[in-house]
Structures are given as C-alpha cells and as structure tokens.
C-alpha cells in the first residue's frame, strides 16, 4: 500500500510546475516597457560635451537630440502635453560661466532662450508657463541650490512674472508644479528658516508645507496623490501625498529603490504613474580634468559621473535592489555616459 502522503505531495509538485509555468507566461518588465508609447529624455556626456538623448521607455532606439559639440546641454524637462522639452545651457567658463533656461520641441527644432543666470526649469501643468529659478549671485557656482526666489515665463506672451513670495523664496532646488497647479514641490538648504527640507510652496500664494521627510529632489506623481523622492544617497522611494488636501501630508513610504554601493538619485514618474525611473551610479566628485563640468557631488547637474545609468522599475514593486539581480530593475542605459536627470513624456500626436 503507497503512504498517504503521496498525493499530498504529487499535488504540490504539480501546483508548484504550474505556477513556474505561469510565471514563465507572464511579461517581463522590458516587455511592458516595449509595448509603451512613452519616452525618457535625460543628459549624458559624450565627446567631452553634455548633450540630452531620448530613448524609448525600454532604452530602445536611444538617440543623441541635440547633438551640439558646441554647447552643453543640461537638466531636460518634458512639457506635461508632451511638445516641448525645457533645458539649461552653460555658457563660458570658471565663474564667469552663464547657465540659461531654453525651450525647444520634442524633436529638438525651434530652440529658444527664455533667461541667463537661470537654474532648474519645470513647467506648468498646463504646458503654457515655464517656471525657473533665478541664479543667487553674477558669478556661477555649480551648487544646485545656488538660487533665489521663482520666476514664471508665459510662452505665449514672452513675459516674466515673479512668484508673489518672490523676496522671501531662497536656496531651493528641484522644484516641480504638483499637477493641479496649486503647489511647487522643492528642495529648500540653508534658506526660508530650514537648514534642510522638502517644502510644499503655495504657487500663487505664501503658505509654506514642510513636508517633514528627510533627503532632497521630491517629485509629485501625474494623478497628485503621491510623492517620490530620495530619503539618501542609496535610496529613492514613494509615499502617499494629497496634493488636493487642505494639509498634504506624507504617508508611509511603497516604494523604495535601494542599492548600497552606488548612490540612487534623480527620481521621475512616468505619465501614467505606473512605473519610476531613476539615475544610479558610483560616488564621486567630478573630474575637472574633462571638459565643461566641474568639481562637486556626482549627482549635482553638470557635473562628471562616470558609470551613471537610467534605470526603471514598477511603482508597486514594494522594494527593489538595483545591486543585484532583480525582475523588477531594467537599466535603460549601460554605457554609464553620465546619464542623469530622466524625465519621462507622451510625445503629442
């Protein structure tokens, strides 16, 4: 007589086949990603010059958009309708470098300066108006948080509009419109009465949110309801947060992007909220050895990091390691070129 226990474990084995089988069945993350009509704009540096590349969200039919050996392109931004890319150039060197806020279309024509002595622009939710952040001081200094006050430019008009708090705004940096227009999410350093902090600012208004999270560069998902942001230098991560509340606040964190070697940064939500990407890559401080940048963090725009790539993973994928194998990590780029500061879009039909 076979023991009792035998179709116990027949059964078992044959659910366990069927779940590897159906695991097998199920798309891979490249696969979602090809099957996406969304790109990923982001800067690298190539032939000693900084030019922005767009790529497929899979990293597919990657492709150099500015191409200009000439000039630096830096710090792309897509238009939230998916037409227009808002971009810094440096111009210059040492500290009598100039950076300015440009504009141009997705397929990179009809470029346009709309300032100098301009950091870190971020558009409207309605693609109309280009916010920027005016440069502290004449003489250039690579510290993203070398800013004061906010600037708004309309493009249909050409005019300049200074946030209405304009003279109480300082040292912010990685500012971006939550999507119902009603705030600016922002990095604040030693400025506005915070050593550090990630500050909700009323875009027409003067209340002030301190968002009560540690690290830096918060970004607002496309529904309003989420924030991402960097907690350190090996982590990015996801939270609830209402921007429609009367007092947004943050909730427990559902995703967090790890990797305990190399520094994780510069995190951007694709337009339907579904998946994340982020630059990752070695520690350093430049190399000022090469070209057009400068000495400072590695994660700082402008600046040499050797070994960067563009990674993407799932906004419910719970935790992911980027230093070690994971299904939920696909590198979108493995030159490691200096790829940072991703910005995802839907180009406009």
């Not at 979602?32 to 790109?39: N, R, T, V, Y």
């Not at 409207?124 to 952040?133: N, Q």
């Not at 993203?144 to 008009?157: A, E, P």
Request: charged letters at 20%.
């Amino acid at each position: 007589m076979q023991p009792t226990s035998t179709p116990r474990f027949h059964c078992l084995a044959v659910l366990s086949l069927l779940a590897l089988n159906a695991g097998a069945d199920e798309p891979t993350l490249r696969d979602q990603l090809g099957g996406s009509h969304f790109k990923l704009v982001c800067e690298g540096y190539v032939d000693q010059n900084w030019d922005l590349f767009v790529m497929n969200a899979d990293g597919s039919q990657r492709e150099n958009l500015t191409h200009t050996p000439d000039i630096s392109e830096l710090y792309p931004q897509a238009s939230p309708d998916g037409s227009k890319i808002s971009f810094m150039v440096d111009t210059g060197e040492g500290r009598e470098i100039i950076r300015s806020a440009w504009v141009m279309n997705v397929d990179g024509t009809d470029r346009k300066k709309i300032a100098d002595y301009a950091r870190q622009a971020f558009w409207g939710p309605d693609s109309k108006v280009v916010a920027y952040l005016p440069q502290e001081y004449p003489k250039f200094n690579v510290i993203d948080y070398f800013t004061k006050g906010i600037m708004f430019y309309d493009l249909s008009t050409g005019k300049t509009t200074p946030h209405p708090n304009n003279e109480n705004i300082r040292h912010l940096y990685n500012p971006g419109f939550s999507p119902n227009g009603k705030w600016i999410v922002a990095t604040v350093h030693a400025g506005m009465g915070f050593s550090h902090a990630n500050l909700l600012i009323e875009a027409h208004g003067d209340r002030v949110i301190n968002l009560g999270i540690p690290g830096c560069r918060p970004t607002i998902s496309p529904d309003g309801k989420f924030v991402a942001w960097g907690p350190g230098d090996h982590e990015v991560a996801t939270a609830p947060l209402d921007t429609d509340a009367d007092e947004p606040k943050v909730g427990d964190k559902i995703l967090q992007v790890f990797d305990e070697k190399n520094k994780v940064y510069h995190i951007d939500w694709s337009p339907d909220g579904k998946f994340v990407s982020c630059s990752c890559g070695p520690n350093g401080k430049g190399d000022i050895s090469q070209p057009k940048t400068y000495a400072s963090a590695s994660e700082i725009v402008g600046v040499y990091a050797k070994g960067w790539n563009i990674y993407v993973v799932p906004a419910n994928a719970g935790a992911v390691h980027l230093d070690q194998p994971d299904p939920n990590a696909l590198a979108l780029t493995t030159d490691g070129e200096s790829h940072k500061e991703s910005d995802w879009f839907q180009p406009k039909k």
